[in-house]
């Protein structure tokens, strides 16, 4: 929902809020793959071993698509403040204060 939030406002607290959450979820994510994948191997008859592994795999390829999007648009924040000279929030960095006097 922060998101959503984030694309209607553009207000970068909720791109942050956004991407925090969803670097959780994708933990959670890779993590539940791993427990499948050690369940899908067994000869157990176990309820996650009956997941089609191509609905397995293209939820996987979803979710990587879902975070990559999300960082090119972060980065893309980020760097459209960089451009702009809109330097609130950075830590200063000696070597950008240096360019940014001679430049």
Do not use: K, N
């Amino acid at each position: 929902m922060s998101w959503v939030i984030y694309l209607i406002s553009d207000e970068e607290v909720y791109c942050w809020t956004s991407t925090g959450a969803l670097v959780g979820i994708a933990t959670l994510g890779f993590t539940m793959v791993i427990c499948w994948m050690g369940v899908y191997r067994e000869m157990a008859v176990l309820p996650e071993r009956h997941f089609p592994v191509p609905m397995v795999l293209a939820h996987g390829i979803l979710a990587v698509t879902t975070v990559v999007l999300v960082v090119l648009t972060v980065l893309g924040q980020i760097l459209r403040r960089l451009a702009s000279g809109d330097l609130r929030g950075f830590p200063p960095v000696p070597g950008l204060a240096l360019q940014a006097r001679t430049g």
